[in-house]
């Protein structure tokens, strides 16, 4: 005879995961509407009205899952930090050498932000110039720890290998010079690419 406590159970967990499907499924809408928004006008020139707007809802069908446009702003570059981190842990794990893990690091780093200047843009605030930006002590406390997680599989290969903390900031610093002189047509005036010329500082 079939057990109807186990059938109830199953239909509430079917229940359930439709229903988690559905509201990841509006989150993730939500989500990239706001990274297609903060591209455009920025974080200062968003609001929570025009990112419902293009997400194709009502400010208030926003608010259940973010409490407002910098919550917003953090989900976008988290996602982008992900991925980050991915393509790093992956060059790395690819790479035989030890000695050439945190090399391999650094250019992937540099590869994830050289084919999406949109995230670079979003992750520097570069709308708001050269100012130190935040989006509040906590939302920018879970964004470091991103960062430095990404950082420190970096620096675990170079230390490995036989470099020191130095060498790390360093490349790390070259990289994001070079990324912002390449995105905005600064190394044209030497006619050289960006990544050729991270390589050559990485040789040292």
Same mark, same amino acid.
């Not at 250019?107 to 995230?119: I, K, Q, S, T, V």
């Given at each position: 005879m079939p057990d109807l406590h186990d059938q109830e159970s199953t239909k509430v967990d079917a229940r359930q995961m439709r229903a988690d499907h559905l509201r990841g499924a509006r989150r993730s809408l939500i989500?990239?509407?706001?990274?297609?928004?903060?591209?455009? &006008?920025?974080?200062? =020139?968003?609001?929570?009205? /025009?990112?419902?707007?293009?997400? @194709?809802?009502?400010?208030?069908?926003?608010?259940?899952?973010?409490?407002?446009?910098?919550?917003?702003?953090?989900?976008?570059?988290?996602?982008?930090?992900?991925?980050?981190?991915?393509?790093?842990?992956?060059?790395?794990?690819?790479?035989l050498s030890i000695e050439e893990k945190?090399?391999?690091?650094?250019?992937?780093?540099?590869?994830?932000?050289?084919?999406?200047?949109? &995230?670079?843009?979003? =992750?520097?605030?570069?709308? /708001?110039?050269?100012?130190?930006? @935040?989006?509040g002590r906590e939302l920018d406390g879970v964004l470091n720890v991103q960062v430095s997680g990404v950082i420190d599989l970096i620096e675990g290969c170079a230390r490995a290998g036989g470099r020191s903390p130095e060498w790390t900031a360093g490349a790390i610093a070259h990289c994001m010079g070079l990324l912002v002189m390449g995105h905005t047509g600064r190394l044209s005036h030497w006619d050289y690419d960006g990544r050729y010329l991270l390589e050559q500082f990485l040789l040292r």
């Open positions: 989500v990239n509407a706001a990274r297609d928004v903060f591209t455009k &006008e920025g974080l200062d =020139g968003a609001s929570m009205r /025009s990112i419902a707007r293009t997400a @194709g809802c009502t400010t208030g069908a926003i608010y259940p899952y973010f409490h407002g446009k910098e919550e917003l702003y953090c989900a976008v570059l988290q996602e982008a930090l992900e991925q980050l981190h991915i393509n790093v842990t992956e060059a790395i794990e690819t790479c945190a090399q391999a690091g650094v250019l992937a780093f540099f590869d994830f932000y050289n084919e999406r200047p949109d &995230e670079l843009a979003l =992750g520097l605030y570069v709308f /708001s110039g050269l100012k130190r930006v @935040g989006l």
